[in-house]
């Protein structure tokens, strides 16, 4: 299926046999509020509200079982937390401690941690916890401030591939350990690479699309998190990126996203045997 029209920079969940696409930028380079329901199984996409704070380039997880919102850009910064749980008008629940845009959210499904991005001004470095969108506490800070990096949960860490610090792409793959909140650069990426996505298939964590300098790539990468290290699994159908990612029983979509204008596109990813997509 193609979405009703391009968008780039959404924030998608899973919300089980079908996605919730929330937010981003339009072809007009415009901030969106729109949120589409998918069905997965008939294939059908069909309008489900709008954002009380219209954003992109927001960060979205499951937390404490509702499907919340964080931060993201329009014509400022903001800090609002929006709860846009399916079966429930969408709703401002919260705040930030401060405004945050490009950055990302990841949850074990009762925490939601909060890691980079900025305020408008500078990079965020605090990583943040929260249970329920309206408090936060520090556990940890990231070695180097990014934007735009792509972030995987596992064995008790969380891992930021990549993204812009200061303006440049960076190649750092850091760590946080979420038992002491230490930070630390644990290796490198094969080049540097921003606005990518990642998604765990089959137990496995890829790194997929994404830009390196000015050009997009459909390069999917397969990342171990023992040995921190890369190896290749293969293509996306073209290249792309600023996609939004979720993954539903055991497929990841890939929605949206830009090559170089923002595409109506939706790419399914399933892992094989010996969990290569």
Known sequence: FTLPSPVSRPTVYATGGGLLIVGGLTAADRTT???????????????AGGLPVPVHDAGGAVVGGRDLLFGGGSTAVTSAVQDVTPGTPPRLV?????????????????????LGGFDGAQGSKTVLKTRDGRTFTVVGSVPVTVRYPAVALSGGSIW??????????????????????????AGHLPRPLAHAGA??????????????????TAAVMRFDPASVTFTPAGHLPAARSDFGVAVDAGIAYLVGGEYPKPLNTVIEVRAHSGATP
């Open 33 to 47: 509020p729109d949120i589409l329901r998918v069905d997965l199984g008939g294939g059908t996409v069909r309008p």
């Open 94 to 114: 919260g705040h930030l401690p401060q405004p945050r845009a490009d950055l990302v959210v990841v949850s074990d499904g009762t925490t939601g941690y909060i």
């Open 160 to 185: 930021l591939f990549g993204g812009e610090h200061a303006g440049q792409q960076v190649s750092d793959v850091q760590r946080i350990d979420l038992a002491t909140g230490h930070g630390s650069i």
């Open 199 to 216: 998604f765990t298939l089959g137990g496995a964590i890829f790194l997929a699309g994404g830009r390196s300098g000015n050009t997009q």
